[in-house]
């Protein structure tokens, strides 16, 4: 397979993350509906500037990542599978489930592949945490406890992810979908669905914390609460199967260091053995993600993680915002 050229849709802070880890891939072309942002993006990273309409249509162009606010990823996704290119679309995918079903269909009629930018799956910790329980190590699963939170900024509220019109929500659709996604990974599908979106802190009208409580059929449970009134900023995901835990904490900079931890139950009981594996060199995800989805595109293989997956948290999404008495 030749070398995959990228264009580039938004051209924020994500987008500047993706443009820097392309894993060989060639940038071609980037656009923003602000123009000064798609050319500091260009001459960051050398590569072309067109109107967003336009970057999907170029013949320099083969996979579109569509890093955009979120009202705008539905439609920029179906516009680039329309015209032929894969899709590499940051979570959530979408605002709803309605509008990620259209994307759905698109990309069955027109065989593209579309990845949901869940990078959380590829970080060091999680890589390793999915080895050991593929292993067995954890024997039966039982339950999973996870907290993820941030303390926001000045301005905040008035911030994209805080206008539900926009974003679809809030800290629930932005951080509570990672926390949905790797509880998935290790527990499957949640059939139970119990929740709050909570606006406690922020004078905004969207939620600032979010409490879930998701049950599988076989009676696993993960218990999930995502914030941005995180004073200090938090990253703690533990997983327990009846003969070991793993707990992963930190996911580096502002979120301390990353590093895994696994406790194995001796048949004594008492204190378990213990092995710890630290990750500092920084954040790699971005790059091992997007090399996964250039394996994806030449193997014509589903992507992990792909639509479905994003639509399953997009769904426990949607139910937590009914029950709570806000609409996503």
Not at 50 to 62: H, S
Request: glycine share 10%; with cysteine.
């Amino acid at each position: 397979m030749s070398t995959l050229r990228v264009g580039i849709l938004g051209c924020g802070l994500i987008g500047r993350k993706r443009a820097a880890a392309l894993a060989g891939a060639k940038l071609s072309a980037c656009a923003d509906l602000d123009a000064a942002r798609a050319q500091a993006l260009a001459q960051s990273f050398g590569c072309a500037v067109c109107a967003p309409q336009e970057l999907p249509n170029r013949d320099d162009v083969d996979v579109v990542i569509v890093a955009t606010p979120n009202n705008a990823l539905a439609e920029c996704t179906i516009q680039a599978l329309e015209a032929g290119c894969h899709v590499l679309v940051e979570k959530p995918a979408a605002r709803n489930v309605a509008e990620l079903e259209r994307v759905r269909e698109v990309a069955r009629r027109t065989g593209r592949l579309v990845r949901v930018g869940f990078n959380h799956r590829y970080h060091p910790s999680f890589i390793k945490a999915r080895e050991l329980h593929r292993e067995g190590i954890l024997g039966p699963m039982m339950f999973i406890r996870a907290a993820y939170g941030h303390g926001g900024r000045l301005g905040y509220e008035n911030e994209w992810r805080m206008q539900p019109e926009i974003s679809g929500g809030g800290e629930l659709i932005d951080q509570g979908v990672h926390l949905i996604d790797l509880s998935r990974c290790f527990l499957g599908e949640f059939t139970e669905i119990t929740g709050r979106a909570e606006t406690l802190y922020w004078d905004a009208p969207a939620d600032d914390n979010a409490f879930m409580l998701l049950r599988t059929p076989e009676r696993q449970t993960a218990f999930l609460h995502v914030s941005c009134s995180e004073w200090k900023n938090l990253f703690s995901f533990e997983i327990y199967g009846r003969n070991a835990k793993l707990h992963i904490t930190g996911l580096g900079g502002s979120y301390g260091i990353e590093k895994l931890t696994c406790y194995r139950m001796l048949p004594e009981m008492g204190p378990p053995d213990t092995m710890s594996w630290e990750y500092p060199r920084g954040d790699a995800s971005w790059n091992i993600e997007f090399a996964e989805f250039t394996e994806d595109i030449r193997l014509q293989r589903t992507p992990d993680a792909g639509l479905d997956d994003a639509l399953a948290a997009l769904r426990v999404v949607e139910s937590i915002y009914q029950q709570s008495g806000s609409a996503s």
